[in-house]
């Protein structure tokens, strides 16, 4: 049995060679003529949509009818809309938006054309989901254990798989906030956890949104525009250890002879949690009278020189600037 691989001329040569009972043979020759037939139907792949478009795969037919597949063609289903190409994938536009469509590949020869493929799979053309505005956390120092919470706004409903980030910069350190909730809205969460030691008295810097392996899409499949427009400013969004207000204690109300002195003992104070060995600023004021500290040692006067003030103001330690209050 023979197989013929292509159409044409195929000839065939007979020799008998002979031996010690039998003369050679004479040689014969015939050649006769190779018809093509159509070739075989491709084998379809998958289809994926796009913003007016899809791009279909599939596989050369195992025949090519003995002649050379000179192009692809693909098909719509509905609309009939065609694109050609001479080898898998095809890419194929101007479909309409929100409407779902199959697709059948048919091979050509210089011959005859193959049996359509079986059609795709079902896919629906979209315009792709984009981000319409991201939501930052309100201006503020945020401590350590705070969370800091980005909304990423979307102009279709979008879904979520794995854990896509939004890079972060506190101080000169990079983070990620990972996403925390919202697939299938058009509203998704990301948050960051402030870890302790970390530091940004400037404003912490928000960057991309990255799929991180996953992926976000909309109801027909169509990936995401992750380009984060208009989004909030992070400049007053500071992160560190959240400072408290101090507690002022002021004396009684009390009755003194006119121009005699009293003296307030420790009745003046003042405690500050996050003081330290840090310099406090001060500022004191009396009516119908004047103040005196008992000392000045250590303290920078910005306003009065700390003896028969109406009114003063200064800076030093809590350490210095509560000694000199009791007289």
Known sequence: MLTFLSAGTCTIDANQPGNVAYEAASAVSNSFTVNAIAPGAPTIGTATAGDR??????????????????RYTLTSSPGGITATNTGSPIRITGLDNFTAYTFTVVATTDFDNSAPSAASNSVTPSTAPMVTSVSVPADGTYAPGTTL?????????????????????IGSTAVQANYLSGSGTTATRFRYTVLSGQMDANGITMGALSLNGGSIRNAYAIDAVTTLNSAGSTAGVLVGAQNQAPVNTVPATGTVIEN??????NSISVSDADAG??????????????????GTTGLTFV?????????????GTLANSTRHWAG
């Not at 700390?306 to 200064?314: P, S, V, Y």
């Open 149 to 169: 919470d980005f909304v990423v706004n979307w102009d279709q409903a979008v879904t979520f798989t794995g854990t896509p980030q939004i890079s972060l910069v």
């Open 277 to 294: 060995n840090g310099d406090l600023q001060v500022s004191l004021t009396v009516s119908n009278g004047t103040l005196s500290l008992s």
């Open 53 to 70: 478009e899809a791009t279909v795969t599939f596989t050369a037919p195992a025949s090519n009818g003995g002649m050379t597949i000179r």
């Open 260 to 265: 005699s002195t009293l003296a307030f003992g």
């Open 303 to 315: 306003i009065g020189t700390g003896t028969n003030n109406a009114t003063m103001a200064f800076s």
